[in-house]
């Protein structure tokens, strides 16, 4: 299969999400500054976006158990937690300005981590991404992830890279493109579980997929 035909059998969540991401800055321009603030409707969005990839996440684990593709999702739920407690700010937001708690949140989220390293590299979970993306890789899925996640560091002026709008513009685009950022994850996670079950099922598969998966799987 070439390679132009592997884009264009991206999902059309991808391309929305694409097509959302080229509208960001355009949009930035136009949305109300209280959008983008702490506790705004954009960090509220991207704490649900979040949120939703845990829960989807767990039900593809309890659906899938005991195959190496539900401890990848059980893998992951604790990501998504993470991504979600450090949108709000580890519940300062919530439970104000606890020093304690704040003090907790940073070690625990690097002892989380390195369970998680540790963890993959024991129980092997790299096998359902290895076969899934043998299949189909969502390039654009990942195209979306890169971009808003750069997108994002450039809003913040971070790696010397910065965008030339105001402030408050560039707060908005931050918040957009990490929205986009994490929905494209969860369209990323829902192809791979999605593989899987096609996998368990017996997959139609041409003959060059089939040799590739057989041969990683």
């Known amino acids: 299969m070439s390679g132009a035909s592997r884009w264009l059998q991206a999902s059309r969540g991808e391309w929305a999400l694409l097509a959302a991401l080229a509208a960001c800055l355009p949009a930035s321009l136009v949305l109300p500054v209280a959008w983008s603030r702490e506790g705004g409707p954009l960090e509220n969005l991207q704490v649900a976006v979040l949120v939703m990839g845990g829960v989807l996440a767990l039900l593809a684990a ?16 604790p990501v998504w937690l993470l991504l979600a407690g450090r949108e709000l ?13 704040q003090s907790l949140a940073r070690p625990g989220a690097v002892v989380l981590l390195a369970w998680l390293v540790l963890s993959a590299w024991r129980d092997r979970i790299d096998e359902p991404l290895r076969v899934a993306f043998a299949r189909r890789t969502p390039w654009l899925g990942l195209l979306v992830v890169l971009s808003g996640a750069m997108g994002s560091t450039c809003a913040e002026g971070h790696m010397s890279c910065h965008l030339p709008m105001a402030e408050s513009q560039a707060q908005l685009f931050e918040e957009l493109a990490e929205l986009l950022a994490y929905g494209a994850l ?17 997959w139609p ?7 590739k998966v057989e041969e990683l799987g």
């Open 186 to 202: 969860c369209v990323i996670q829902h192809g791979v579980f999605q593989q899987h079950a096609l996998r368990v099922a017996g």
């Open 62 to 77: 309890l659906r899938n158990w005991p195959s190496r593709a539900a401890r990848l999702a059980l893998w992951v739920v």
């Open 89 to 101: 700010s580890w519940g300062r937001e919530w439970l104000g300005d606890v020093a304690w708690l």
């Open 205 to 211: 598969a041409s003959q060059p997929a089939k040799a």
